[in-house]
Nanobody
């Protein structure tokens, strides 16, 4: 069964950086799309960034994510990364990665994604 494992989260001070990793195991196909989503306490889950196996990317327009976060992938390792720089307190959330094999174009609509990781906490302190 497809399994996603997130790593790299933790606590960092405002202005710091973290790199999240999402490793996909038992991937049945070589074409897929991966998205990073986050959910802050008492807020709805939102899309952060997405990448497909062609390397096309989509970023959220909120909170200047695109200017601070970078999504990348190592297809050979079936691992997707989210480099987060200049972190703000508002970036504190549980971060999830998700993968889909039917809709293989970068997209932030979470309903498109079939498989989800357990999530990893990112805490940014002031």
């Amino acid at each position: 069964a497809v399994r996603l494992v997130e790593s790299g989260g933790g606590e960092v001070q405002s202005g710091g950086s973290l790199r999240l990793s999402c490793r996909i195991s038992e991937s049945p196909y070589n074409k897929y799309v991966v998205g990073w989503f986050r959910q802050a306490p008492e807020k709805k889950r939102e899309g952060v960034a997405s990448i497909d196996t062609h390397g096309d990317t989509v970023y959220s327009d909120s909170d200047s994510v695109k200017d601070r976060f970078t999504i990348s992938a190592d297809n050979a390792k079936k691992t997707v990364y989210l480099q987060m720089n200049s972190l703000k307190v508002e970036d504190t959330a549980m971060y999830y990665c998700a993968v889909d094999y039917i809709w293989v174009v970068a997209d932030l609509k979470e309903d498109l994604y079939e498989y989800w990781g357990q999530g990893i906490q990112v805490t940014v302190s002031s």
